[in-house]
């Protein structure tokens, strides 16, 4: 049990060095100059939707890449994907919605709640257990957030 506790720190450290490394810094920085005033006028009227054909295209470049076994192309059409996820989550900033950020403590809330096998002292031994861990506590995910979203929605129409 001290161990997965260990590990769940460690990953804990790893994912807050991450959020702040440089190389992401720079990006995000440099994705906020493109989108500001006097920044380029291509990306500055990008939306959400208009990106969408490039996201699609990005990701199946790398799956070209991963079928050829082109690990220096894979490297750089990663990154093209990591690009997208940095425009979306600018633009999302823009408009006040969310930040890179969020983006990431989001995903890293997951990956430890769809891991309970690491990170809360499970244990399961294949690759097919893991897969149906992970589809249920997804599923259970779906429904609680459905929920949340039905009592939110009842308690917009209530008079106060």
């Given at each position: 049990m001290k161990e997965k506790a260990a590990m769940k720190t460690k990953f804990s450290r790893q994912a807050v060095i991450l959020a702040r490394s440089p190389a992401l810094r720079s990006l995000e920085k440099i994705m906020k100059m493109l989108l500001a005033p006097g920044g380029c006028p291509w990306d500055r009227r990008q939306t959400h939707s208009s990106l969408l054909k490039y996201l699609r295209e990005e990701a199946g470049e790398v799956?070209?890449?991963?079928?050829?076994?082109?690990?220096?192309?894979?490297?750089?059409?990663?990154?093209?994907?990591?690009?997208q996820v940095v425009f979306h989550s600018a633009l999302a900033q823009r408009d006040g919605r969310f930040c890179l950020g969020d983006v990431i403590k989001s995903i890293n809330a997951k990956m430890v709640r769809r891991h309970p096998h690491v990170f809360a002292g499970g244990k399961l031994d294949t690759p097919g257990q893991v897969l149906r861990q992970w589809k249920q506590i997804k599923k259970e995910e779906k429904a609680s957030a459905a929920v949340s979203a039905g009592l939110k929605k009842a308690g917009r129409g209530r008079k106060k």
């Open positions: 799956s070209q890449a991963v079928r050829k076994k082109d690990w220096e192309n894979l490297k750089e059409e990663l990154g093209d994907v990591l690009l």
